[in-house]
């Protein structure tokens, strides 16, 4: 069974900065994808960053430049640093984790909520 725990999570002013990290344990395959989604009120949940175990990344048009997301393979962790945050980023985080064997296992987090508000 996998486990996915965030961490980091809170309230920042416009123009701030904020580290989301989530670690994960159990029995996750080599290959694989780890990454970031955020869900507003009212809205669909939709991709901020991921990254492959290789270190292949990709970003939200939204957000490159601003966020930044990395890994530590030998921890099974992914971050996410946040910087330049706008009231338009405020959102619950959910960390997730993916990989292909015959089928497709996605794995998340339980969210972690970023408010972005002077």
């Known amino acids: 069974q996998v486990q996915l725990v965030e961490s980091g999570g809170g309230l920042v002013q416009p123009g701030g900065s904020l580290r989301l990290s989530c670690a994960a344990s159990g029995s996750i395959f080599s290959t694989n994808t780890m990454g970031w989604y955020r869900q507003a009120p009212g809205k669909e949940r939709e991709l901020v960053a991921a990254i492959t175990n290789g270190g292949n990344t990709n970003y939200a048009d939204s957000v490159k430049g601003r966020f930044t997301i990395s890994r530590d393979n030998a921890k099974n962790t992914v971050y996410l640093q946040m910087n330049s945050l706008k009231p338009e980023d405020t959102a619950v985080y959910y960390c997730?984790?993916?990989?292909?064997?015959?089928?497709?296992?996605?794995?998340w987090g339980q969210g972690t909520q970023v408010t972005v508000s002077s």
């Open positions: 997730n984790l993916n990989w292909w064997v015959i089928t497709r296992r996605v794995y």
